[in-house]
């Protein structure tokens, strides 16, 4: 599999299918494992958000995993939908993110799962980033703050290490 594009009701099924709950349209992934999240704030950056975006990208060991995004458009000036929209014709896919907000990514396609998730933080689009296993989970809000959550403890160190080194750690 390379980028597989979910609809909602998809989304959701995948979720399931994993064990993470679903809650009125969005996924409720941070409890499962009772770990306290590490918060961090957004920066306003682009060159910052994209290096955040990068450091919280689950590695290809992490298996398949689900980016969706929940909410968008809330900051109609920072962002520009064509460049999304072209992003996934380039992937193969014709819906809108209106459509098809999510995708699944396999562990082949780390660069285009990246370029998607990228370009949800630069926007500032509330994005989850599941993992199958629901190991490694990260939350991004249109609120330029975010949480993520880490099972292993020596990637949650290190996540923890470089939030607090870009001066967005928030807990």
Same mark, same amino acid.
Request: net charge negative; hydrophobic share 45%; with cysteine.
């Given at each position: 599999?390379?980028?597989?594009?979910?609809?909602?009701?998809?989304?959701?099924?995948?979720?399931?299918?994993?064990?993470?709950?679903? %809650?009125?349209?969005? +996924?409720?992934? $941070?409890?499962?494992?009772?770990?306290?999240?590490? &918060?961090? #704030?957004?920066?306003?950056?682009?060159?910052?958000?994209?290096?955040?975006?990068?450091?919280?990208?689950?590695?290809?060991?992490?298996?398949?995993?689900?980016?969706?995004?929940?909410?968008?458009?809330?900051?109609?000036?920072?962002?520009?939908?064509?460049?999304?929209?072209?992003?996934?014709?380039?992937?193969?896919?014709?819906?809108? %993110?209106?459509?098809? +907000?999510?995708? $699944?990514?396999?562990?082949?396609?780390?660069?285009? &799962?990246? #370029?998607?998730?990228?370009?949800?933080?630069?926007?500032?689009?509330?994005?989850?980033?599941?993992?199958?296993?629901?190991?490694?989970?990260?939350?991004?809000?249109?609120?330029?703050?975010?949480?993520?959550?880490?099972?292993?403890?020596?990637?949650?160190?290190?996540?923890?290490?470089?939030?607090?080194?870009?001066?967005?750690?928030?807990?």
């Amino acid at each position: 599999m390379s980028v597989k594009f979910l609809t909602r009701v998809e989304a959701e099924s995948w979720c399931l299918k994993n064990g993470i709950q679903v %809650v009125s349209g969005k +996924p409720k992934p $941070l409890e499962a494992h009772r770990i306290a999240p590490l &918060g961090f #704030s957004i920066p306003e950056d682009a060159g910052a958000r994209t290096s955040l975006a990068r450091m919280l990208y689950p590695n290809a060991e992490d298996g398949d995993l689900l980016i969706w995004t929940t909410d968008w458009s809330v900051w109609p000036s920072g962002e520009h939908l064509p460049l999304m929209r072209r992003l996934r014709e380039a992937l193969g896919e014709e819906r809108t %993110v209106f459509d098809a +907000p999510a995708q $699944l990514v396999g562990s082949e396609s780390i660069d285009d &799962g990246l #370029s998607l998730l990228v370009l949800n933080v630069l926007f500032l689009w509330d994005c989850w980033v599941i993992c199958s296993e629901g190991e490694y989970v990260a939350f991004f809000s249109h609120d330029e703050w975010g949480e993520v959550c880490i099972v292993q403890e020596s990637r949650r160190s290190a996540a923890k290490d470089f939030l607090k080194k870009m001066d967005v750690f928030a807990y």
